[in-house]
T-cell receptor, first 113, second 118 residues
């Protein structure tokens, strides 16, 4: 079945520390991959996406993600988090050529001062 | 950048009434819009795909008669929750697809609507 798994429901890191949010997908081919951020009561904002090419993708707000085909993963990273990064993060994929997104369960990020 | 406007942002209604949620693409034409539902602390689940001028395509398990979707123009799609019940309380989000140049495409999300049915 086609699915996205975010193993960590909730992560807490200290401000200034590095961050990695995990995402694994299950699909027969390479899908289009996305990371979105959602602040409380808000819609979704696209952080970055991978379609093809360079497997290390740079996004907004200092985030990056690396696509690893062998591990079916697309982990999100940030070298130094800020208090404003506290939010819910969703990994998603779209089947190539399709527009529908399949979302992971989300990871809630809490930042300690 | 492209903007998708979703209204209302929050609505409280009585059980048995109907609620309409609007999703507008403000500066582009969206031939396709999507409606998602998000339960508290859970992921977004696609409810339906809305194509301008045609009937919406609903995902398995979504009641077509309860969640009426209309996409009458290239910039507006509406979701009407009919005869709402407390279990319909949820966060509803729309997204609109912008296409150009034959192969380019972007998805933009609205800010969501929090529906509370009393």
């Amino acid at each position: 079945a086609q699915s996205v798994t975010q193993p960590d429901i909730h992560i807490t890191v200290s401000e200034g520390a590095s961050l990695e949010l995990r995402c694994n997908y299950s699909y027969g081919a390479t899908p289009y991959l996305f990371w979105y951020v959602q602040s409380p009561g808000q819609g979704l904002q696209l952080l970055l996406k991978y379609f093809s090419g360079d497997t290390l993708v740079q996004g907004i707000k200092g985030f990056e993600a690396e696509f690893k085909r062998s591990q079916s993963s697309f982990n999100l990273r940030k070298p130094s988090v800020h208090w404003s990064d506290a939010a819910e993060y969703f990994c998603a994929f779209a089947i190539q050529g399709a527009q529908k997104l399949v979302f992971g369960q989300g990871t809630r990020l809490t930042i300690n001062p | 950048g492209a903007v998708v406007s979703q209204h209302p942002s929050r609505v409280i209604c009585k059980s048995g009434t109907s609620v309409k949620i609007e999703c507008r693409s403000l500066d582009f034409q969206a031939t396709t819009m999507f409606w998602y539902r998000q339960f508290p602390k859970q992921s977004l689940m696609l409810m339906a795909t809305s194509n301008e001028g045609s009937k919406a395509t609903y995902e398995q398990g979504v009641e077509k008669d309860k969640f009426l979707i209309n996409h009458a123009s290239l910039t507006l799609s509406t979701l009407t929750v009919t005869s709402a019940h407390p279990e319909d309380s949820s966060f509803y989000i729309c997204s609109a697809s912008q296409r150009w140049g034959g192969t380019n495409e972007k998805l933009f999300f609205g800010s969501g609507t929090q529906l509370s049915v009393l």
